[in-house]
């Protein structure tokens, strides 16, 4: 490139990511030229490469990491970062329940084995399945319709949700510590990260459950493992 050019200026640079209005391939491997396809070879100089048929094809070699790659970009189309994926809050006129503990980021909503998505609820230690969605925003909605629908933040029953000592949750009745312990809830503690573990007795250890954001959430986690409180 040209003294002064925008390239030159950035071949110094082993990470930009960004070089004649092409997005770059950083290289998450740590390798010596800091860019995917480019390797540095025995001359001193750069080798832009990629993979075609189950080998590697030669690109071009260059005076600098960042010419070769351009080149890469250039062969393969420039680095498009992953899509943020958005989670719906409200669908149907019904306010979801998010969770920040599920993968599909709903309560009462899973990954079916085929691929589809399925909605359930307890009711008294009893699972009850409510139907398989082509989408997880489908089964949210069908949990908000059969539970109703998430609570307007700031209310009463969003501010209950907070509470250490709620009794019952998602239809199941939550284990209460008697011991007076910082969460309020048996088998529930608070970890070193600020978040709750739940975890159970099993075969003389303890088991870990799941990691959740709030007390309640892994109280409930508790409650599904070993079954509800059961008042004497």
Wanted: glycine share 12%; proline share 3%; charged share 20%.
């Amino acid at each position: 490139p040209e003294a002064g050019s925008a390239v030159a200026a950035a071949a110094g640079q082993a990470s930009a990511e960004e070089a004649e209005g092409l997005r770059l391939h950083l290289s998450n491997r740590g390798g010596a030229t800091g860019y995917k396809g480019v390797i540095k070879n025995a001359s001193g100089r750069f080798e832009a490469r990629q993979t075609a048929d189950g080998g590697r094809a030669h690109i071009g070699t260059f005076d600098t990491a960042l010419e070769a790659a351009v080149a890469f970009a250039r062969a393969v189309g420039e680095y498009q970062p992953p899509a943020t994926p958005t989670v719906a809050t409200e669908a149907e006129g019904l306010k979801l329940h998010l969770s920040s503990s599920n993968v599909t980021s709903y309560k009462g909503v899973y990954k079916h084995p085929s691929g589809r998505f399925q909605a359930e609820h307890y009711v008294r230690r009893r699972q009850v399945h409510l139907g398989i969605f082509d989408t997880a925003v489908e089964a949210a909605v069908a949990y908000a319709r059969t539970v109703g629908e998430a609570p307007e933040a700031g209310s009463a029953v969003a501010a209950a949700a907070g509470q250490a000592s709620a009794e019952e949750a998602e239809g199941l009745r939550l284990h209460l510590s008697n011991r007076g312990g910082a969460t309020g809830y048996k088998g529930v503690i608070k970890n070193a990260s600020g978040r709750f573990e739940a975890r159970q007795t099993a075969d003389g250890g303890r088991a870990h459950i799941g990691t959740f954001d709030t007390a309640l959430e892994a109280a409930v986690a508790f409650a599904r493992a070993v079954g509800e409180y059961q008042p004497p």
